[in-house]
Each structure stands twice: as C-alpha cells, then as structure tokens.
C-alpha cells in the first residue's frame, strides 16, 4: 500500500468510495487524488508490455497539433537542448530537432527507445532520473502523459529542477480530474486505469505540486472534450470506445469547418472554467 500522499508525505488520506476499484484517496493536505495501492512490478511490466504501437500510429491531425505547440514552446526560452521524459514516439522530439536543438529522450520500453534512436535522437538512461556525462542542463523538459503514471514526484521533480538550465522550462500534460468527462463518467472515466494511472490531477493540484518543487507557473489551461465519448454516453453504449471510432470523430470534427467553429467555442468554455479533458501546463525554474 502506498501510505503517503506522493506529493506532500501527508497521510491524512480520505477513502473515494465510488473509486474503489482503482483504489482511490484523496489528501485532505493538498487534496490529490491517487491510488493508494502500488502496483506489482509483474502489473506493471504487463500493462506496458501489451502497448501496441504498430498498430496505432500517430494520425496526422495528431502531429499537426504537436508541430504548433512545439512552436509555441520553442519561443517561450529558444532552448539548445530538449529533453523528453518518456518520449513515447518521439514526436515533440522531432519538431524540435526540426528547429536546431539537440534532442534527448528517455523511455520505459526498449521499443520505444529504438524508434527515437532511429529517428537520431540521443537516449538517455536512467528513465526519470537521467543524468548526462558532462553534466549538461536541459533548457526545456518535455514531460507529456507521465506525471499520471508515476507516484515518485517527490523524487524526480527535484530532479528535473536540478538538471534545468537557470532559464529551464518544463512541460507537462495530464488527463484533468476536474475535467467535464469525469463528472459524467466517473469511475468510467477511460483514464482511470489503475495500475496504468496512479494520480489525478486538477489545475490546482498540479500548480501546488510544481510551486513545491521549485517551479513557477507560466500558463495552464484545459482543452478538449471527447467526441466519442460523449455521444456513446448519450447513447447508453456499454461498450468501450475504440480508438478507431476516435480517430474517425476526430478527422470529422478536424475537417468540417462548423465542427472546427463549434470545437473551438467549447474549448473557450472549458479552458475558461478548467473543464477541459487534459491540462496543458508550462513552468519556469524558479
């Protein structure tokens, strides 16, 4: 059992009783939500070994949204050097590369690995506490669907502070616990998935974690609303939603200029009132 709070050590936890399955409690000190069972190495291996990759390719619309917020990321600091915590597919890395920065990359799975050392990119080992031979700093962390995963923050996050240059910038995303999906879902909500996700973060929680550690918010709002997911909910479906399904709502909505329209209007809403389905969050080291 996980006894403390992964954030602030508190174990002044309160039980979710709707959230049992996942083991849910709440710090009643800074009020995140996390599973307080920790997960086997056997769940875990078997949760990440059964990723298939092959078969999920990133769509178009999906790199067309990482190019743009790379751009946007790119001019906050105009980093050297990028590191991506858990790079995935490495497809923030290759963007940056795209504008001159030397890029690094750190993974849980070898397969992962491979593709960002076949796409030139320099991997890093040690996973979340990547260390470097000449004692480099990082201008720029990119650290996208991992902070949910994890309940070392109270480790890696001064970490990361250490190996930030003095101007450093690290980005996160996270599925938001506030958001208007879980609400309707609840415990249905697809992110939650213990052992795959242990922490759930609002808007608050993940600004008082970083403002621990030493970072200073520059911009968080959420975004987006699943298509998908809300129309089967209308429907009373009980089956899960493909990713198939989410991409073919996705192409329509990217496509159609109404849609588009619509989309963005709901995203004024939610990031207004931090409904969003995912926080989008950049901190500076302070």
Known sequence: MVINCPICNSNNLFELRNYKKNHLSKCLNCSLVFSNKKPTKEEI???YSNYNYENHPPTEI??????????????LNKPNNVLDVGCGQALFLDEF???GCTTFATEFDNRLS??????GHLVVESGLYPK????????MIIFTEVIEHITEQRNCLPHFHNILSDEGIIYITTPNFSSLERKLFKEKWEFICYPEHLCYFTVKTLDSCMNRFGFKKIYSYTENISIAAV????NNSKNSIGNDKQN???K???ESKLLTFIKSQVNFLLRHTNLGMRIFSAYKKI
Do not use: P
């Open 45 to 47: 291996i078997d949760v």
């Open 62 to 75: 999906t790199k067309f949204k990482i190019r743009e917020i790379t751009k946007h990321l790119f001019f």
């Open 97 to 99: 590369k795209k504008l």
């Open 114 to 119: 491979d593709i960002a050392r076949k796409k």
């Open 132 to 139: 470097f031979k000449n004692k480099e700093k990082m201008d």
């Open 231 to 234: 129309l089967e909910y209308l």
């Open 248 to 250: 073919f709502y996705q």
């Open 252 to 254: 329509v909505a990217f």
